[in-house]
């Protein structure tokens, strides 16, 4: 098992464009994590699933945003109509059910909107 | 709403010597976790030390300790024998004991190694 992987490291897409990111987590971890870092901040919460079940969305997560975990393995967010303030570092991570020890995070995919 | 402060932007250390990077939050749980993330320049979050808040000594990983006080609400992290691969952004995070389990993180500390 090689971590937390994500695709593509780097997206550079033009305003009103759709991008889609990927992220496969560690295979016996049930939650996966989606969280949205923009320069010189921390990491915000998108949103987190445990399985296929999506049970919270941040308020940040707007209509234009929308993530799926089909059969509770890898999982998608999609940005619609994208904005120039959708560019930041997404950043996924997954955990055992109780994560009591933290998450393992991927390395993140850098949106670009130009 | 839980909230996480680090009030050092940045900070630098000779190699080899100490160096304390301050972290406080605001809750009203009483039971929850706190951790210390890594994030080197290659950007993949590596958890550094986690405490529990129920348990009163300080955790200790190698050259990575903290200081916990619960009653200021304080959690700093204490990098003994700092070494070149020290040189990241660090990130203080908070963790309810119930409910989603997220992260919330503060802003972040550049440490700087000189050699």
């Known amino acids: 098992d090689t971590g937390v992987s994500q695709n593509p490291r780097h997206k550079i897409t033009k305003r009103g464009q759709n991008v889609t990111f990927r992220c496969d987590p560690i295979?016996?971890?049930?939650?996966l994590y989606w969280y949205r870092q923009t320069l010189g901040q921390g990491p915000e919460f998108l949103t987190y699933?445990?399985?296929?079940?999506?049970?919270?969305k941040s308020r940040l997560l707007s209509d234009r945003f929308s993530a799926e975990r089909p059969k509770g393995s890898f999982s998608t967010l999609e940005i619609q109509r994208t904005e120039q303030g959708d560019s930041a570092m997404y950043l996924c991570?997954?955990?055992?059910?109780?994560?009591?020890?933290?998450?393992?995070f991927g390395s993140g995919t850098r949106l670009t909107v130009v | 709403a839980q909230t996480v402060t680090q009030s050092q932007p940045e900070m630098s250390v000779q190699e080899a010597e100490t160096v304390t990077l301050s972290c406080t939050y605001d809750?009203?749980?009483?039971?929850?976790?706190l951790f210390w993330y890594k994030q080197p320049p290659s950007r993949q979050m590596i958890l550094v030390i986690r405490q529990e808040a129920y348990k009163q000594q300080n955790a200790t990983e190698n050259r990575f300790s903290v200081n916990f006080q619960k009653a200021a609400k304080s959690f700093s992290l204490k990098i003994s024998d700092s070494q070149l691969g020290d040189a990241a952004m660090y990130f203080c995070a908070y963790r309810s004991e119930f409910g989603n389990e997220k992260l919330t993180f503060g802003t972040g500390t550049r440490l700087t190694i000189i050699p």
């Open positions: 295979s016996e971890h049930n939650r």
């Open positions: 699933f445990q399985n296929e079940a999506q049970l919270e």
């Open positions: 809750t009203s749980e009483s039971d929850y976790y």
């Open positions: 991570a997954s955990s055992l059910l109780r994560a009591d020890y933290g998450y393992t």
